[in-house]
């Protein structure tokens, strides 16, 4: 597969990972999840790459679901059939992540929002610019965080905190994302490429071996239960897809207004 929408670049033993569409703040489409797949799938692959960060080109590290493009969907009269028929596909990438043995670094360079927020919590650790924020906005559409959200931020912050940021939808600064243990650490802005790349030759310095196992072995801490979760988030966003309230929070958002939400 050709990526156009991510970049994968190795340099010595660290491989990169680049969501590159920084004129939609790298938000996320079929496509976009289908070439993050692929380039998990050669980092696995990858003889000479033994740890990866993930990354965002631009300003920002993923802005979540690219509603632009479902925004200029439905002003054509359009849907979004293909996440609507077809959810499984897009969660190709998520699926991967819980079977790789080499470990992957989220450096998040920005605003992570929605998906883009789930993207940084699959990762194994994550290091945030001082400028990055944080938030499962999912709920202001009436939705569920179907990419892994729901299962892995609960593990992270615990009970009480994750249903506060799903159930309100409230954005939050990367100091406090390090205080409640949603990341490792936040560094100066201009400094963050250089500390992703340290952490990661510091791990490619160790056995590898040893780095690969304790990797499989984290992994299985959480992929039979995740991957079974996931099925059943995908459900529940299937039915939401349907509603009544998402419907009216995109037809909201490209009438440039508030939403009337009724509850169906």
């Given at each position: 597969m050709n990526l156009e929408h991510v970049l994968y670049e190795t340099d010595g033993p660290v491989a990169t990972i680049t969501l590159n569409r920084?004129?939609?703040?790298?938000?996320?489409?079929?496509?976009?999840?289908?070439?993050?797949?692929?380039?998990?799938?050669?980092f696995q692959t990858d003889d000479s790459a033994s740890v990866a960060i993930l990354t965002g080109a631009g300003r920002g590290f993923c802005s979540g679901g690219d509603r632009k493009a479902t925004a200029e969907r439905m002003a054509k009269g359009g849907q979004d059939r293909a996440r609507r028929s077809?959810?499984?596909?897009?969660?190709?990438?998520?699926?991967?992540?819980?079977?790789?043995?080499?470990?992957?670094?989220?450096?998040?360079?920005?605003?992570?929002?929605?998906?883009?927020?789930?993207?940084a919590l699959w990762c194994d650790i994550r290091?945030?610019?001082?400028?990055?924020?944080?938030?499962?906005?999912?709920?202001?559409?009436g939705l569920v965080p179907?990419?892994?959200?729901?299962?892995?931020?609960?593990?992270?912050?615990?009970?009480?905190?994750?249903?506060?940021?799903?159930?309100?939808?409230?954005?939050?600064?990367a100091q406090t994302a390090k205080e409640i243990g949603l990341v490792n650490h936040v560094v100066p802005h201009d400094e963050l490429p250089e500390a992703a790349r340290a952490m990661a030759l510091k791990i490619a310095a160790k056995p590898g071996h040893g780095v690969r196992a304790t990797k499989r072995a984290l992994a299985r801490l959480m992929?039979?239960?995740?991957?079974r979760?996931?099925?059943?988030?995908?459900?529940?966003?299937?039915?939401?897809?349907?509603?009544?309230?998402?419907?009216?929070?995109?037809r909201a958002f490209v009438e440039k207004r508030s939403p009337d939400f009724t509850g169906h």
């Open positions: 920084p004129d939609r703040l790298n938000a996320l489409t079929g496509q976009t999840m289908e070439e993050i797949g692929e380039a998990l799938a050669r077809a959810p499984r596909p897009f969660y190709r990438a998520q699926q991967l992540f819980t079977t790789l043995d080499k470990p992957v670094i989220a450096a998040v360079n920005g605003p992570a929002m929605g998906g883009g927020m789930d993207l290091l945030a610019s001082d400028r990055a924020t944080f938030g499962e906005m999912y709920i202001e559409r179907d990419m892994g959200g729901l299962y892995l931020l609960p593990r992270l912050v615990g009970y009480a905190k994750a249903a506060e940021l799903l159930l309100t939808g409230d954005i939050i600064d992929a039979p239960e995740w991957e979760e996931s099925d059943y988030h995908a459900a529940l966003q299937t039915e939401l897809l349907e509603s009544r309230d998402f419907r009216e929070a995109d």
